[in-house]
């Protein structure tokens, strides 16, 4: 982790800070009090030890202050200085942070009588005989034995598909594994492939992946996945719009049923996207992002942190509306989204929230804009324009 705030604080003084590369230096500002501290003013010091005299003790109380302020909502001023850079890095970001907690502190923090813990691991596989094994309540070690595979549950939660018995697997039966609103959970199937499914997600495969003339896999929700590869066996992702096929890569396919959009999203290697009813086809590169309605396909260059960001463990919002943005909390959250004012789902909001943090924070980082107000009444989350 020091070695990532080093860099990133290099990439800030350098002016080459990506917009997710901020958001991910605020995330790890909001997690790592001390380090921050202490690598600020190491930085400061080991490169302007001769033409700047920092005194720790006056630094303490100024870094104590960014901590406390949330992720920004508006971009900062830019502030140019022709030396010190170290010390102008530290200077943009105190400047930038005092000024968002001062104004911040001009609005009471708003007080919710109940809250709602943030989803965790939850998934439930279903066999090809039909069982049904909730993997959050078994044990870890073998789950099931099929067709020749046993299937494990590791100490960190991910189900992992082994050949047990010597003979190939031909049994092109398929095994279904789902997570719940409020739900993720990360898989290896049985051609070896890697895959993390998001909340109200589920994904469809066969026994015989690994011998399959095509390893075809049908999603529902949102996944990242790290297709092993087999130049001889493409893998094929399918969905209700489109189909994915790669030989081996990284990328993160979000085709939820209530989402107008289906979004690919290429980070290593290569894919080649489908759509079902137009007959479009288009070949990503890493860094695009294909985005598939009923009607056509579009292909644009995008931000690949924000794609994974649930990956990461955090929702990432660039000038996103807030109905969109509520649709993601309500899955992870498992909460129904009421708006007592209609005009409040065209709030548009840029930001980074931790994705662990119990509902009541995340709702008061979006009231931060100063547009919009919630109250949770049991698991319902109301929302109103201000």
Do not use: C
């Given at each position: 982790?020091?070695?990532r705030?080093?860099?990133?604080?290099?990439?800030?003084?350098?002016?080459?800070?990506?917009?997710?590369e901020k958001e991910?230096?605020l995330v790890?500002v909001?997690?790592?009090?001390?380090?921050?501290s202490?690598?600020?003013?190491?930085?400061?010091t080991?490169?302007e030890?001769?033409?700047?005299?920092?005194n720790?003790?006056?630094?303490?109380?100024?870094?104590?202050k960014?901590?406390?302020v949330?992720k920004p909502?508006?971009?900062?001023k830019r502030?140019?200085?022709?030396?010190?850079?170290?010390?102008?890095a530290a200077?943009?970001?105190?400047?930038?942070?005092?000024t968002?907690?001062?104004?911040?502190?001009?609005?009471?923090e708003?007080?919710?009588?109940t809250?709602?813990?943030?989803?965790?691991?939850?998934a439930?596989?279903?066999?090809?005989?039909?069982?049904k094994i909730?993997?959050?309540?078994?044990?870890k070690?073998?789950?099931a034995?099929?067709?020749?595979f046993?299937i494990?549950?590791?100490d960190d939660?991910?189900?992992?598909?082994?050949?047990?018995?010597?003979?190939?697997?031909?049994?092109n039966?398929?095994?279904?594994?789902?997570?719940?609103?409020?739900?993720?959970w990360?898989?290896?199937l049985p051609?070896?492939?890697t895959?993390?499914?998001?909340?109200?997600?589920?994904l469809q495969?066969?026994l015989?992946m690994?011998?399959?003339?095509?390893?075809?896999?049908?999603?529902?929700?949102e996944?990242?996945?790290?297709?092993?590869?087999n130049?001889?066996?493409?893998?094929?992702?399918?969905?209700d719009r489109?189909?994915v096929?790669?030989l081996?890569?990284?990328?993160?396919?979000?085709?939820?049923?209530?989402?107008k959009?289906?979004?690919?999203t290429l980070?290593e290697?290569?894919?080649?996207?489908?759509?079902?009813?137009t007959n479009?086809?288009?070949?990503l590169?890493p860094?695009?992002q294909?985005?598939v309605?009923?009607?056509g396909?579009?292909?644009?260059?995008?931000?690949?942190?924000?794609?994974?960001?649930w990956?990461?463990?955090y929702?990432?919002?660039?000038?996103?509306?807030?109905?969109?943005?509520?649709?993601?909390?309500a899955?992870?959250?498992?909460?129904?989204?009421?708006?007592?004012?209609?005009?409040?789902?065209?709030?548009?909001?840029?930001?980074?929230?931790?994705?662990?943090?119990k509902?009541?924070k995340?709702?008061?980082?979006?009231?931060?804009t100063?547009?919009?107000?919630?109250?949770i009444k049991?698991?319902?989350?109301?929302?109103?324009k201000?």
């Open positions: 982790m020091e070695e705030i080093h860099y990133l604080l290099q990439q800030f003084t350098a002016k080459s800070l990506s917009q997710a991910e230096l790890l909001e997690n790592s009090t001390s380090l921050l202490d690598e600020i003013v190491k930085m400061i080991s490169e030890e001769n033409a700047l005299s920092v720790v003790e006056k630094w303490n109380p100024v870094l104590d960014i901590l406390m949330d909502i508006r971009s900062p502030i140019v200085m022709n030396s010190f850079k170290w010390a102008a200077v943009v970001f105190v400047v930038f942070s005092l968002a907690y001062l104004s911040l502190q001009k609005k009471k708003h007080v919710f009588t809250d709602i813990a943030p989803g965790k691991n939850k439930v596989l279903t066999l090809a005989d039909g069982r909730s993997l959050s309540d078994a044990m070690g073998n789950v034995k099929e067709a020749g046993s494990t549950k590791t939660g991910q189900l992992v598909y082994n050949v047990a018995e010597s003979e190939n697997v031909n049994d039966r398929l095994n279904t594994i789902s997570t719940p609103n409020g739900g993720e990360q898989i290896r051609d070896g492939s895959v993390w499914l998001n909340a109200a997600s589920s495969y066969g015989n690994g011998t399959a003339k095509q390893r075809v896999v049908k999603l529902e929700g996944a990242y996945f790290e297709v092993a590869k130049a001889a066996h493409p893998f094929i992702v399918e969905t489109q189909a096929e790669v081996g890569t990284h990328f993160n396919i979000n085709s939820y049923k209530d989402e959009v289906t979004r690919t980070l290697g290569s894919v080649r996207v489908s759509h079902k009813n479009e086809s288009e070949v590169k860094g695009e294909s985005l309605t009923i009607s396909m579009d292909v644009k260059e995008v931000d690949v942190d924000e794609a994974i960001a990956k990461k463990g929702f990432m919002f660039n000038n996103e509306k807030q109905e969109s943005i509520l649709r993601k909390v899955r992870w959250y498992n909460v129904e989204i009421e708006y007592a004012n209609p005009e409040a789902k065209d709030v548009m909001y840029y930001g980074t929230v931790s994705r662990f943090e509902i009541s995340v709702l008061r980082k979006f009231e931060q100063g547009e919009v107000r919630f109250d049991g698991n319902k989350v109301i929302v109103y201000e």
